[in-house]
């Protein structure tokens, strides 16, 4: 996960008829919406951000504000090292930006000073402060999770991914994954082929070991239940997949990690 750190947070307000002018700067900035809206003026055009919207202005993107209404957010400037396309990300209000305001509101509210809470102005994070480092991390984590998909599949394409996860690592075919992402079975295959270099089949298939291996590394279920999890009608055909694709047994595999990670094996 990308480096990120916090230089201010703060509940950023507009006030009725308010403007600001367009103007850039030399970090990023996250705001989310918590009530009210906003008009963002960027070079590509406007957009109306309001209560629940996701806001994130990579460093020199120019912009100006107007609030026709009281506007009130969660706003943080920070810097990471986290690439992503050089323009403004929006995302509209949905359960995902939901859970990410609950947890700020709760990161905030148990672990940063209460004397700073309410200020307009907001709090300058210095060099010395600990309290910010949880944020941080939750920060760069909301980074992670929304742009790992573009930078694997764009646009349709990351349905595949939401199908997967809901299958836990189950079987997917190509025709089932293609159907998901409205495309045909060959013109599926064509775009995976143009973006990963594999076949469909081979990425699913990759996106599946992965699965396996964070069951292997992460939980202390055993192999044939991570066989029976990821639909695997035995242990030996789960086994031999797994071998198919790494070259070492499952049990090998949790073993390495476990030296690597010191990571606790079941019995």
Not at 142 to 168: D, H, I, P, W
Not at 232 to 237: A, G
Request: charged residues 20%; contains cysteine; aromatic residues 12%.
């Amino acid at each position: 996960m990308s480096k990120l750190e916090l230089y201010y947070w703060g509940y950023a307000e507009g006030e009725p008829g308010q403007t600001i002018e367009v103007h850039s700067h030399d970090y990023w900035q996250i705001n989310l919406g918590i009530s009210g809206k906003c008009i963002f003026r960027t070079e590509s055009g406007k957009l109306t951000a309001g209560a629940g919207d996701l806001l994130i202005f990579p460093p020199g993107i120019r912009h100006g504000l107007m609030y026709p209404e009281a506007y009130l957010c969660y706003s943080f400037k920070f810097k990471t090292d986290h690439q992503v396309k050089n323009t403004v990300q929006w995302i509209r209000s949905n359960d995902f930006t939901k859970g990410i305001s609950d947890a700020i509101k709760t990161i905030m509210e148990t672990t940063f000073p209460t004397k700073f809470f309410g200020t307009v102005e907001g709090a300058v994070v210095l060099k010395e402060d600990r309290y910010q480092i949880l944020m941080e991390h939750f920060l760069a984590g909301v980074l992670a999770t929304l742009f790992q998909q573009e930078s694997k599949l764009s646009g349709q394409l990351s349905t595949v991914y939401e199908t997967l996860a809901a299958n836990r690592g189950r079987y997917i075919s190509v025709s089932e994954a293609a159907a998901a992402c409205g495309y045909s079975r060959n013109r599926f295959n064509d775009l995976i082929r143009q973006q990963t270099g594999l076949t469909a089949k081979d990425y699913l298939n990759r996106i599946r070991l992965e699965t396996a291996q964070r069951y292997l590394r992460f939980t202390s279920l055993r192999i044939s239940e991570i066989a029976s999890e990821m639909g695997f009608s035995t242990q030996f055909h789960f086994s031999d997949f797994f071998k198919r694709m790494t070259g070492i047994a499952p049990l090998q595999y949790r073993k390495k990690a476990i030296r690597e990670h010191s990571l606790a094996i079941p019995d």
